[in-house]
Structures are given as structure tokens and as C-alpha cells.
């Protein structure tokens, strides 16, 4: 039996260990990086200065840095409840197997291999105030009065850019389906014995099963809305008038600026939001999921 | 009575259909909209790209075509890009998926932790990290080389994946690892025996998400390799990209051969991982 | 378990395959040849790739087996500026490279990891660029990076859409810019082509340019922004974003929707250098055949002024070898021989600090170019090359404010002024 133990012990270590060695390499390290550069004056190639957390209230008393973290909370709810709520959606639809859902998860996945600069070029024509299709498309039903210059103006550009963004459902679509799809069939076929309907089974079977996947899509969605940068670098680069700005491209421009210590402040403040919304969505959401599965 | 509620579940059968399709047509108009419209950009000037981006060319430009595959080396670039991105998904695959084992089945000191500080890394602006990681490669002696980027990719997907990967173990019964082990399956085997093969959702979901991932990427591919041998296919792709002017239409020409493979392989595989899929389901 | 193997083997295939492949490079460098790497972003469709290469091919024909130059492609510029700016921050300087100088780039000279090549071009080789240019390229006495690219930017209006409104000539002040701009509007034209987008909002930023030289004058850039010829000339810019003056969309384009309007015959003004030629010679033979160039009108009390000045300099690593330091002066000296500059010159479209002779046959825009250069009362270069690349990026957005009318004129200046003391 000791012997038995050493060994888990032994192999515990070992199956740690990759992970363990690579995440350090890739997060701890460079992570270090970011918080010690984010107390530092500092332009890449002169001598660094200390200034204790002066980019952090710096950051924080830039007016584009506020209308930056206003946004990313807002990507982080549309992302991590309305996107989420459309996949599971589409995911429950197709998962009953209508007529094409072969065809049908393929296509809504396209999205995702499609290049992401063919398709913001794609958005960008189609929002265009001048030759776009959505206005051409309103003037030809007489409503001229509705058209905009929709990434231009500061009241439609955030929601255009959300909208491009939110129905793009494919990955998470593909993975709650997936979790849908691993239910056992007997399941349905007792509630339908009970006389239970579609929406019926829907509910009371489909969504308390996938719950614990919805809780990871949530989390991750979560993720990437704080995280989020390339569709709105593609579309506005943050414009007009840092309407659209998130905290990422806050952080490209400073890089790019050679003001190393305010955007790696922007990385640490990022790294702390994120712990606090992750640890918020866990200890309620996931909490519920742990508690039913417990009980099952 | 019953006729009524009979009647009542045929009409909210008869709403949910309609919607039903409703919701499944406007996805499909949403998704499908850019895969059409690029190819048909595909065979236009870019003076039309700009000006009519709705209708369709004036005389077809087959040249793009010509363009996209004599400028930007791209037959190279692919093979490059499918050797990075099934590489780094099957070593992320390897290395989460123990991980994720570790923590998702057994009990140790600093578990909790040490997995928090893991999943943490999910949050991590990538974007931030240029002058970290660059310094990492170098000082690995793998600049430039493919290993590099797989390795890069890899470490980057780490938090993701483990994430997804204990989020499906910690689903698994326990009572079938216990019976398990009552027949005298050691470590290793309650591993590859019992929680892997189980876990087929969970490396479905990650290593779609890693293989998009490493699909996908640019800034770091262009950051860490610098001869046409160790790029990638987005690299080739900004080839039509230059200092005052981007040939939109020969790059969407380029981005149009590079996904007919993409998508040849996505449906082939996709098709297999989700039979294995309902097949392999728990069954009760 | 047969999954297990069957993904261990690919693994294990697939690192063997990519360890095979790591080895491919390098194997044909010969005995005692000294390599240079140098990205650029002069490759792909740049209009400067052909030329390029064909000196780069030559250059290696006549050192070979002692020097050999070597192109890393790096189309994407902005790709480009950030891989430099991380491999400077790491210590690691490419062995050549190029890069726009402007106070954000200048700030690599504060380190010794980039070559100096005062010295060098203290001697004759210093006699090939044309004035000011080496002063230009120098900070605190130090030359470390060669001027090469210039620009001159006039403005660009088409004379057939000019004709069509009945306006004979182009406007000298701003009275007559107003009937002009109105004339066109009437003719149902859009007077100029505008853009806040982009990480510069360059047709907008260079209006911008053009009125404050025209206000302050040669030594412009060298007055605080509190100077109030810059709340002037931001009043002059929030006119070209009124009653029409510009597209619709010029609130959040970029510089394709800019220059796209222009050459589709859509507006009647546009800024742009040299490089755009090409372009619009491709693209829309008939906006190129119409193009003429012009200076500014009058704003204030300069006027007949271009804008101009350094566009690319090329830099190179710094190395204790004094035979790789021979190697990298051998080939930047290569590069600005004015019999080579000229014919990337004829061959691209673009202009350098280099003194050369364009031949009869160039093209006439081209040559356009050169004649109002010479002619103007005096160049200044642009906003965007007079302040760190933060400053120029709140530009655009404090520019989208002030056309919005969530910004006066003053409140524009005073987001730059609170940029620039950051």
C-alpha cells in the first residue's frame, strides 16, 4: 500500500508537471513581467524609473481608458449572456435534428474559419454611410430619415460592432451542442411518455443538463469580452471619439506609443478584472451547478 | 377539454415551428452572407470593392487568382499552418488533459490553488505579452522555427484548455473510476481507460478551440519567425497588405483558397468526431 | 488506450516533420560570407518590392562570397512596427531595417544597440543627400540611422470635375475656397475627400498641416499647441466637416474610403504623396489624367508652402565587428548611389532625400510633383511627424469629437495639448 502511494505520488508529479513547466514559462514569467513594467516609466530601450501605481491612476483618470472599461463590461454582458443565450438556443433547435442540420452547424461555424480581416471588410461595407448596402437598402424603402453613418456616429457605433460580433454564435453553438447531443435519448422519450411537449422537454430535461456547460461558455465568453480586440481594431480602431474603445486597445496603442509601463498597467488592470468577474460568475452560477449536481 | 389542450399544444407547436425557422434562417442569411460575399469580392477590382461592394463585377478578374498564388508562397505557408495548428492542438490536448485529471480526480495539497492560478491565465490580454514571449523564444534558441509557434500556441492555450478539460472530468461519475480501480486499474490506466475516452467532449470542445486558435494567428507568427519556412498561412495572407495601399480583392482571393481545404477538413472531421460522439454517449 | 497511441504517433510524426523542416534554413551560407538580415516592408505590393529586389540581387552579385543582404518580408507595417519596437525592447536590433522617423522613433536612439553613422557620412558619402536631410536624421549630434524616403504632399484636384463646376483655377484663399466648395456642391460634387479613422487620420491630419503652416509659418511645429493658430486651423478642418464639404462617411473612414471617393470621381479635393500615384494610374486612369497639384489656400500669412520631409530612414544593429560594420556601410551606401535611387525613384513613384535627376519619361504627375517641390515657398513637414504616435492617435479621435459638434475648435486642441503632457 505504501508502495501503491508513492507511486500516485510519483505519477501525480508527472502528470502535473508539462503543464506546470509550460504555464510557467508562458504566464508566470511573462506575467511578472507585466506587473513589474506596469510600476515603471519605461520606453523599451532607455533606463526604467520606478513610479509606484502612477500609470494605474493615470489609466484611470484618462478619459478614453473609462469609455474603454464602460465598453468591455459591455462586450462582457453581451457576450456572456446574450450570446450565450442565442447559441443555446440554436444549439437546442438543432440538436432535434431538423431537416439540414448537417449543413446548417457547418455553415454557422464558417464564421470562424473565414479570416476575421475578410470579414470586419465585409461589416465595414456594409455599415458605410456612403455605398454601404444597409443604407442603400433603407433608402429603397423610403425610410432615408433611419439611415446613419453607423460606425461613425457615436450612437451607432458601439451597437453595430456589438451586433457584428454577437451572432456569431458557431463555437460556442458547436460545443453546447455537442453536450446536448450526449443527453440519452430515454430521457426524452419518458417525458414524452408524460406527455410533455418540445419546449417542455426543452426545459426541464435539455437545460439542467447542459447547465455546467453553459456555466464554462459563460465563463469564457466572460473572458473574451474583457479580452476582446480584434473585430473593433479591424472596424474603428476605437473611434469615433473612443466610443468603441476596450481596454485592448488601450493597451496596442500605448504599446505602440513606446509607453510600456501605461500598457502593461492596462494588462495588470485587465488580469484583476478578470479574476474578480471569473470569481463572481463561479462562486454564483457555478456554485448552483455544483449544488444540483451534488444532489443528483 | 382535452380536444382544447390538444388544440392549444398543436398551436404552440405550430409558433415554436415557425420561429424555429425563423431563427434558423436569419443564422444562416448571418453566417453564410460573408463566405458569398467574399468570393464573389474575390473576382472584382478593388476600386469596385470600395464603390459597389454589394454587386457584382464588371469583368471577372481571374488575375487575383494568379496574384494570390504567385505572390505569397502559399502552398509552403499552408502546409506550415496545418503542421502548427495539429501539433500544438494535440500537445495542449496531451499535456491539459492530464493535468486537468490531476486536478478534476484526485485530492493534493495546493490543489485548488494552484488550479485557480492555472484557470486565471484565461483572462491574460495575449496582445500585452510581445516583449515577454519574444524574449522567452530567444532565449530558447527557437526563433524562427515552427516549434516555436507550436510551442508558443500551446502554452498560450494551456489555461483554455485545462479549464474546458476539468470542466468535462469533473462531469464523469465517480462510482466508474471506483469500479475501476476495484479491478485493479492502476493511475495510468484509470487515466487512459476510464476519464479519456470519456472526456471525448471535452477534447472535442478544446481542441477545436486550440486548433482555431493556432489557425488563425498572426501577431505572434510574424513576431517570432521571419523566413517564408516557418510562417503561416495569416502571414501570407497580409501579403497584399502594404504601406499606403492593401489589394483587398487579390488577399480575398488568397483567403478563398485557403478555406475550401478548411472547410473540407472541418466538415470530414467534424462529421467523424460527432459520430464518435453519439455513439460513445454515457449510456445511462 | 488505441486513441492514446494512435494520437501519440501523430505527435510524434508530426515533431519529427517540423524538426526536419527547422533544418532547411541556412544550410548554403558560405565560409567567411557575412549575412544581413533586413525586414522590410518593401515587398509583396509595395510599390517599392521590384526595385528593391533587383538592387538587393545586384548588391549580392557583386559581393558574393563576402556580403549577402537578405529580405525578411514584413508586409503589414503596422505588423512591422510592432516586431521592431519588441525586438529593440529586448535588446535585439534587426542587422537592417527601416523605420519612419517621427518623436516616437527617434526615442530608439537613446539606446547603443543601433548603429552610428556619424562618421561615415561625415566624408564624402554625406555629399549624396540633398540639404538638411543628414540634420534631420541627427539627435544630440549623433546620426544613427541614414535618411532615404522623402515626401512632399500638395494637394491633389481633379481639373475635369473643377471644369464641370466652372471653376478656372484652384482657389487662393479661403473666400474663394468657399465659392469654389460651393460651385462643386451645386455641380452635385463633394468638395474634399476627409477621414478621422486610421491610426493617423491622415488626409485630415494633412489638412490640418497645410492651415497651420500656412498660420505659423515654416518654423509651425516649433510653437506650443496653445498657440492659438492651431484653434485657426482646427476651425479651417471643422469646415471641411460641415455643410457638406465632405462624404458622409468621412467620420470613421479610413484612408481607402478617403482615397477610394477621390478616385472614384466622387470628390473634388484629396492629399496625398507621391507613393499614391501608382495607385491611381491602376485604378482610375481618368482621375490620374485629371489630377492636378496645388498648395493650400491661404489660411493665414504664408502661403505657396508644401509639405515635405523624411518618410523611411534605414537603421542597422550596431556590432563590435569591424568587418560586419563595413559590410552594413557597403550596402546603405549601395542603396543611396543616386544612379540606384533614381531608378527606385522612375520604377515606384516615390521621392528621396537623395540628390538625383528624375529622367523625361517619368511620370508626369511624378514630375509634378518634383516642379511644385521646388517651386513652394518653403516645406514643413506634417503633425504626425512633429509628435509622438500617441498624440497623432488621439488627433483622429479628438477630430471625430469636434466634427461630431461635441468638440469647439478649442476643446480639440486642448484633448492634444492634454495628450502630449501625459
Redesign the interface.
Known amino acids: 500500500m505504501i508502495v501503491r502511494s508513492g507511486?500516485?505520488w510519483l505519477?501525480?508529479v508527472l502528470?502535473?508537471a508539462?503543464?506546470?513547466v509550460?504555464?510557467t514559462?508562458?504566464?508566470v514569467?511573462?506575467?511578472g513581467?507585466?506587473f513589474v513594467t506596469s510600476t515603471l516609466e519605461w520606453?523599451?530601450?532607455?533606463a526604467a524609473k520606478f513610479v509606484g501605481l502612477q500609470n494605474y491612476i493615470?489609466n484611470f483618470g484618462?478619459r478614453?481608458f473609462q469609455f474603454s472599461i464602460r465598453n468591455n463590461f459591455i462586450w462582457l454582458g453581451s457576450l456572456a449572456v446574450v450570446q450565450i443565450a442565442l447559441a443555446a438556443?440554436?444549439a437546442m433547435?438543432?440538436a432535434r435534428q431538423?431537416r439540414g442540420w448537417?449543413f446548417?452547424?457547418?455553415?454557422?461555424?464558417?464564421?470562424?474559419?473565414?479570416?476575421?480581416?475578410?470579414?470586419a471588410?465585409?461589416w465595414a461595407?456594409?455599415y458605410?454611410?456612403?455605398?454601404?448596402?444597409i443604407n442603400?437598402f433603407l433608402e429603397l424603402l423610403g425610410l432615408e430619415h433611419l439611415t446613419h453613418?453607423w460606425?461613425?456616429?457615436?450612437g451607432t457605433?458601439l451597437p453595430s460592432i456589438l451586433i457584428q460580433q454577437v451572432?456569431?454564435?458557431?463555437?460556442f453553438m458547436?460545443?453546447i451542442m455537442?453536450?446536448t447531443?450526449?443527453?440519452?435519448e430515454?430521457y426524452y422519450q419518458a417525458a414524452q411518455i408524460d406527455g410533455a411537449?418540445?419546449?417542455q422537454q426543452e426545459l426541464y430535461i435539455t437545460l439542467p443538463m447542459i447547465r455546467?456547460?453553459l456555466v464554462?461558455s459563460m465563463?469564457?465568453a466572460a473572458?473574451y469580452g474583457?479580452?476582446h480586440?480584434e473585430a473593433t481594431f479591424l472596424l474603428?480602431?476605437?473611434?469615433?471619439?473612443?466610443r468603441t474603445s476596450v481596454?485592448?486597445i488601450q493597451?496596442?496603442?500605448?504599446?505602440?506609443?513606446?509607453?510600456?509601463g501605461h500598457?502593461?498597467a492596462?494588462?495588470g488592470t485587465?488580469?484583476v478584472?478578470?479574476?474578480i468577474v471569473?470569481t463572481l460568475i463561479r462562486s454564483t452560477l457555478g456554485r448552483r451547478v455544483a449544488a444540483d449536481?451534488a444532489k443528483q | 377539454m382535452q380536444a382544447v389542450a390538444a388544440q392549444r399544444?398543436t398551436f404552440?407547436?405550430g409558433t415554436?415551428r415557425v420561429g424555429?425557422w425563423i431563427?434558423?434562417i436569419f443564422?444562416?442569411i448571418?453566417?453564410?452572407?460573408?463566405?458569398i460575399?467574399?468570393l464573389i469580392?474575390s473576382f472584382k477590382t478593388n476600386l469596385e470593392?470600395?464603390?459597389?461592394?454589394?454587386g457584382l463585377p464588371a469583368i471577372w478578374q481571374f488575375q487575383n487568382y494568379v496574384n494570390a498564388v504567385q505572390i505569397s508562397s502559399l502552398p509552403r505557408l499552408f502546409l506550415n499552418s496545418v503542421i502548427v495548428s495539429v501539433c500544438s492542438t494535440f500537445l495542449t490536448l496531451?499535456?491539459?488533459s492530464?493535468?486537468a485529471?490531476?486536478f478534476a480526480r484526485?485530492k493534493?495539497p495546493l490543489q485548488q490553488p494552484?488550479l485557480n492560478?492555472?484557470?486565471?491565465?484565461?483572462?491574460?490580454?495575449?496582445?500585452?505579452?510581445?516583449?515577454?514571449?519574444f524574449r522567452?523564444v530567444n532565449s530558447l534558441g527557437l526563433y524562427d522555427s515552427l516549434v516555436a509557434l507550436i510551442?508558443?500556441y500551446?502554452?498560450?492555450n494551456?489555461?483554455?484548455s485545462?479549464?474546458?478539460m476539468h470542466?468535462f472530468m469533473?462531469?464523469i461519475p465517480a462510482e466508474l473510476e471506483e469500479a475501476a480501480e476495484i479491478d485493479g486499474a492502476?493511475?495510468?490506466q484509470r487515466?487512459t481507460k476510464v476519464v479519456f475516452p470519456l472526456s471525448r467532449?471535452g477534447l472535442?470542445?478544446a481542441g477545436?478551440?486550440v486548433f482555431?486558435f493556432s489557425?488563425?494567428e498572426f501577431i505572434y507568427a510574424l513576431l517570432l519567425t521571419s523566413r517564408t519556412a516557418s510562417r503561416t498561412l495569416?502571414l501570407g495572407?497580409r501579403f497584399f497588405v502594404s504601406q499606403f495601399f492593401t489589394d483587398?480583392t487579390s488577399?480575398?482571393a488568397a483567403?478563398v483558397l485557403t478555406?475550401i481545404p478548411?472547410?473540407a477538413v472541418?466538415?470530414f472531421l467534424?462529421?467523424k468526431i460527432?459520430k464518435g460522439?453519439?455513439s460513445g454517449?454515457?449510456?445511462? | 488506450m488505441r486513441r492514446v497511441i494512435s494520437t501519440l504517433i501523430v505527435l510524434v510524426l508530426a515533431l519529427v516533420m517540423t524538426t526536419s523542416l527547422m533544418a532547411t534554413g541556412g544550410s548554403e551560407m558560405a565560409e567567411g560570407e557575412i549575412t544581413l538580415d533586413f525586414p522590410t516592408f518593401w515587398v509583396g505590393q509595395d510599390s517599392k518590392s521590384g526595385p528593391i529586389a533587383s538592387l538587393l540581387e545586384t548588391f549580392n552579385a557583386m559581393h558574393e562570397g563576402e556580403i549577402r543582404v537578405l529580405i525578411e518580408p514584413n508586409p503589414s507595417t503596422?505588423g512591422y512596427?510592432?516586431k521592431l519596437?519588441t525586438q529593440?525592447?529586448s535588446g535585439r536590433a534587426p542587422d537592417l531595417f527601416v523605420f519612419a522617423p517621427d518623436p516616437?522613433t527617434f526615442?530608439?536612439y537613446?539606446?547603443d544597440i543601433l548603429m552610428d553613422f556619424t562618421d561615415d557620412l561625415a566624408g564624402s558619402w554625406g555629399d549624396v543627400f540633398s540639404g538638411g536631410q543628414i540634420a534631420g536624421a541627427t539627435r544630440n549630434g549623433r546620426t544613427k540611422s541614414v535618411p532615404y524616403e522623402v515626401s512632399i504632399i500638395p494637394i491633389w484636384y481633379n481639373s475635369d470635375l473643377f471644369d464641370q463646376a466652372g471653376i478656372d483655377s484652384f482657389p487662393v484663399d479661403l473666400a474663394e475656397f468657399q465659392v469654389a466648395a460651393t460651385a462643386l456642391k451645386d455641380a452635385g460634387i463633394v468638395p474634399t475627400s476627409q477621414m478621422?479613422?486610421?491610426?493617423n487620420a491622415w488626409t485630415s491630419m494633412l489638412w490640418f498641416s497645410h492651415a497651420a503652416a500656412s498660420l505659423g509659418g515654416p518654423g509651425v511645429w516649433d510653437l506650443p499647441l496653445s498657440d492659438p493658430i492651431f484653434t485657426q486651423a482646427a476651425e479651417v478642418l471643422r469646415s471641411m466637416y460641415l455643410d457638406g464639404n465632405t462624404?458622409?462617411?468621412?467620420?470613421?473612414?479610413d484612408a481607402g474610403?478617403s482615397g477610394g471617393?477621390y478616385m472614384a470621381g466622387?470628390t473634388a479635393m484629396f492629399i496625398n504623396g507621391p507613393w499614391y500615384i501608382g495607385r491611381i494610374r491602376g485604378d482610375a486612369p481618368e482621375v490620374h489624367a485629371a489630377t492636378m497639384l496645388a498648395s493650400i489656400p491661404q489660411v493665414g500669412e504664408y502661403s505657396g508652402h508644401q509639405l515635405g520631409g523624411p518618410l523611411s530612414n534605414l537603421g542597422a544593429a550596431n556590432t563590435t565587428s569591424a568587418a560586419r560594420r563595413d559590410a552594413v556601410v557597403t550596402w546603405m551606401q549601395f542603396m543611396t548611389e543616386p544612379a540606384n535611387v533614381r531608378m527606385m525613384s522612375e520604377s515606384s513613384g516615390a521621392l528621396f532625400g537623395i540628390k538625383y535627376e528624375l529622367g523625361a519619361d517619368a511620370d508626369p504627375l511624378q514630375q509634378e510633383f518634383v516642379r511644385v517641390a521646388s517651386e513652394a515657398s518653403f516645406l514643413v513637414d506634417h503633425f504626425a511627424s512633429a509628435y509622438?504616435?500617441?498624440v497623432v492617435?488621439?488627433f483622429?479621435?479628438?477630430l471625430?469629437?469636434m466634427a461630431?459638434g461635441?468638440?469647439t475648435p478649442q476643446e480639440f486642441i486642448q484633448a492634444l495639448i492634454d495628450k502630449d503632457n501625459?
Request: net charge negative.
Open positions: 507511486q500516485r505519477w501525480l502528470f502535473l508539462p503543464a506546470m509550460l504555464f514559462m508562458y504566464f514569467y511573462p506575467l513581467f507585466v520606453n523599451g530601450v532607455s493615470d484618462s478614453s438556443l440554436v433547435i438543432l431538423p448537417r446548417l452547424r457547418t455553415v454557422y461555424f464558417l464564421p470562424n474559419v473565414i479570416s476575421q480581416v475578410a470579414i471588410m465585409m461595407a456594409l458605410n454611410a456612403e455605398y454601404g448596402a442603400q453613418n460606425l461613425g456616429e457615436i457605433a451572432f456569431y454564435i458557431g463555437y458547436i460545443i455537442a453536450s447531443m450526449s443527453i440519452p430515454s411537449n418540445v419546449l455546467s456547460i464554462t465563463t469564457l473572458a474583457l479580452r480586440f474603428t480602431d476605437g473611434g469615433p471619439a473612443h481596454l485592448g493597451l496596442y496603442k500605448m504599446t505602440s506609443a513606446l509607453d510600456y500598457a502593461n492596462v494588462g485587465l488580469v478584472l478578470g479574476l471569473i449536481e | 399544444l404552440a407547436g415554436a424555429k431563427v434558423l443564422f444562416f448571418f453566417t453564410f452572407l460573408p463566405l460575399w467574399l469580392s470593392l470600395q464603390t459597389n461592394a454589394f496531451a499535456v491539459t492530464m493535468a485529471f490531476v484526485e493534493f494552484l492560478l492555472i484557470l486565471a491565465g484565461v483572462l491574460v490580454p495575449i496582445i500585452g505579452l510581445m516583449a515577454p514571449y522567452l510551442l508558443t500551446t502554452g498560450i494551456l489555461p483554455i485545462t479549464f474546458l470542466g469533473k462531469t492502476s493511475f495510468v487515466f467532449v472535442v470542445t477545436t478551440f482555431l489557425w488563425n495569416q495572407i483587398y488577399m480575398f483567403i478555406i478548411s472547410i472541418y466538415v467534424h462529421e460527432i460522439l453519439t454517449a454515457l449510456k445511462g | 503596422d512596427r510592432d519596437n529593440l525592447a516616437t526615442q530608439y537613446e539606446t478621422t479613422g486610421g491610426s462624404t458622409r462617411d468621412a467620420v470613421g473612414g474610403v471617393h466622387d509622438t504616435v500617441d492617435a488621439e483622429g479621435q479628438a471625430a469629437e461630431l461635441e468638440f501625459e
